[in-house]
């Protein structure tokens, strides 16, 4: 009797195995799943990000990115396509933040220069949540190749103290706050984190409010002819980029030495 009780317990014990490992398969396939139309999403946003990029470049040519640099003439631009001047700005801001090596400062001038600082604002801080989950979304998909695309693999190396920080989202906001900081760098890097895609949007939009109010209410003070409002604006800016890029300093160095100490 007790031979039997054995067997009966080692069958028990064999199917509670047998049932579990089927139920371990099935979750595994349903995460499968998940993640292929994630990745087919992704690549389906980046494809048609890339074919709205490509028209855009056939159709202005040379002068493509000569929008993101000269004011006067985004605002000459954005007056002939009437309602869908807002769209289109934001898509402009969508593609500097993805494109890391637009400048992102120029751009910001000119959307206060032709929308005014309330609407330029609201615009670059949509086309900012927008730019920033696609951004996000492409680094998680192709790791760091899609940063080696923009930038070098030590400047990447550069900011490891960000990534693997245990603070890093509150080291996030902070680098995102101060102005003069590398934030095109830092929303790829974010995006090689486990850090949740909405924490990450919601973190860097909100950081960047403090640089682009900076640049559109300058700039929507020169569409005015307040050249003295706009050198006020102008130089309380210089000075914060002044600060910030010495407060940046200090962070990174103080995160660098505690990474060294962890790994001593």
């Not at 600082?117 to 680094?139: D, K, N, P, R, Y």
């Not at 790791?143 to 103290?161: D, H, P, T, Y």
């Amino acid at each position: 009797m007790e031979y039997d009780g054995t067997r009966g317990a080692q069958r028990e014990e064999a199917l509670a195995e047998h049932t579990a490992a089927i139920a371990r398969c099935a979750a595994g396939q349903a995460v499968g799943r998940s993640l292929r139309a994630k990745r087919v999403a992704v690549i389906a946003v980046a494809l048609i990000a890339l074919g709205a990029t490509i028209a855009w470049l056939i159709l202005y040519g040379g002068d493509a990115f000569s929008l993101f640099t000269d004011g006067q003439r985004l605002q000459s631009w954005v007056d002939e396509r009437g309602v869908f001047a807002p769209v289109i700005m934001v898509f402009l801001v969508v593609v500097q933040i993805v494109i890391a090596v637009i400048p992102g400062e120029p751009l910001e001038l000119g959307a206060g220069y032709a929308f005014g600082f309330w609407e330029g604002t609201a615009l670059c801080l949509a086309g900012s949540l927008v730019g920033t989950i696609v951004v996000v979304a492409l680094a998680r998909t192709a790791g760091m190749r899609v940063c080696e695309l923009f930038f070098s693999r030590e400047k990447i190396a550069s900011l490891s103290w960000l990534q693997s920080s245990s603070r890093f989202e509150l080291l996030l906001f902070v680098c995102f706050l101060i102005p003069g900081t590398p934030k095109d760098i830092m929303t790829y890097i974010a995006g090689l984190t486990p850090c949740s895609v909405g924490r990450i949007a919601a973190i860097t939009t909100v950081g960047r409010i403090p640089s682009i109010i900076s640049s559109t209410l300058a700039s929507a003070f020169a569409a005015q002819g307040d050249w003295t409002a706009t050198a006020v604006v102008a130089a309380a800016t210089l000075a914060l980029v002044g600060i910030g890029v010495a407060v940046y300093a200090v962070i990174s160095k103080r995160e660098k030495q505690r990474e060294e100490f962890r790994a001593s």
